[in-house]
């Protein structure tokens, strides 16, 4: 394979041909900040929170593959500021209630906005109508903390091949369907890999909840990206 | 008594649960510092009810439900040069917005007729002239007046509330550290 020479933020990086940006700079040792990518999924380019600046165009970090000479802008303060943008969206879009959710700690979005510094969004709140289905006995799906960043759609396609769940509808109205009347009338069960895939709250195991004793939860004390991190594996 | 000279600050508790104003009491020793640092104008602490003067800071814990609490952030804004708001309620609208997807009137009939153990035979909601009108929905304190600075948390640990009135009252810029930074 040949290599591929390229700069994020002035800093050369060398990656082989194909790799995605933000595959390439985690093997240097640089994290770019992500929510819908996931380890052995194929790039959704979904969420733009991976959003850098390529030879001076916005690009998903996770689907652009690296060139030779490419120059990439990640943690700029243009940057910081458009993801902070984005992150602000998927906190407004929702209903996010940390302060009782079992996710809290361990929670890839609030991590990602404690990373940022956010400690007010920008936007005001739309307070969603979103149903919580409680049917299965062992996972539960609140959408009112989902975030569409489609891990689980692909997770429990490519990796389980179940195709347990689906989006439906489009722009402002998308939204997350199961296969099936409720979570219960699906074939997901609770040992399916999609059940640890949401990076929020949205698909939770039941019964197992506020495990971790805050203060050693993953993100208490240093940011997601600090090496706490799923680590994306293959190339 | 206090020196004229100190900065005053006030507080109030909005729609919240004192969780907040718990957690400045949280400061532990530091309370005296703060005694040394500022006068209470306003605030819960004193139970002072008005503003007889103009502030340096007010703190704002809780969101917008009714109209009293409208009535007492826009006082609070007129009178503080620095409005801080403390806490997820007053930043998100906390746990009273989780009604802000439902229509008003299922809330009170939920809460005053149909609850399980009500004994309300005439089927009254609460009408009285006293009590404040509620609100169709919960507002968090940004989107009714301007606020100048926000401490997350739920409570805020009390480490980011004393960082930040300090640095407010010394003129310093407002920065949380990461493991302060928190919003549960």
Partial sequence: ?235 | MSTPSKPRVATTSLCGCFGCHMSILDIDERLFALADLVEFARSPINDYKEFDGRCAVGIIEGGCCNEENVHVLEDFRKHCNILVSMGECAINGGIPAMRNNLPLRECLEEAYLKSPGIWNPAGILPNDIEIPLLLHRVYPCHEVVKIDCFIPGCPPPADAIWDTVVALLTGKPVTLAYERLKYD
Avoid: W
Avoid at chain 1, 38 to 52: A, D, I, Q, T, W
């Fill in chain 1, 1 to 235: 394979m040949s290599n591929v020479t390229f700069t994020i933020d002035g800093r050369e990086v060398s990656g082989r041909a194909g790799q995605t940006i933000l595959k390439a700079a985690e093997a240097s040792g640089i994290y770019i900040p992500r929510l819908c990518a996931y380890k052995n999924l194929v790039p959704h380019g979904s969420c733009r929170v991976c959003s850098v600046r390529v030879n001076g165009r916005i690009q998903a970090a996770c689907v652009q593959t690296i060139s030779d000479g490419m120059v990439v802008e990640n943690d700029s303060a243009e940057i910081r500021e458009f993801r902070t943008a984005i992150l602000d969206m998927l906190f407004v879009e929702g209903n996010h209630y940390c302060m009782f959710c079992e996710k809290s700690g361990l929670c890839e979005l609030q991590a990602l906005a404690y990373r940022f510094g956010i400690t007010a969004p920008q936007y005001p709140f739309l307070n969603p109508d979103r149903p919580v289905d409680l049917s299965h006995p062992d996972v539960y799906l609140d959408h009112n903390r989902c975030i569409l960043c489609g891990r689980c759609v692909r997770v429990s396609q490519e990796l389980d091949h179940k195709n347990v769940f689906q989006f439906v509808d489009r722009g402002y109205r998308k939204r997350l369907q199961v296969n099936g009347e409720a979570l219960a009338a699906t074939r997901l069960a609770v040992t399916d890999e999609v059940t640890a895939s949401c990076p929020t709250g949205a698909l939770m195991r039941k019964r197992v909840g506020y495990a971790v004793p805050i203060g050693q939860r993953p993100f208490d004390a240093q940011p997601i990206g600090a090496g706490n991190l799923q680590t994306e594996d293959s190339p």
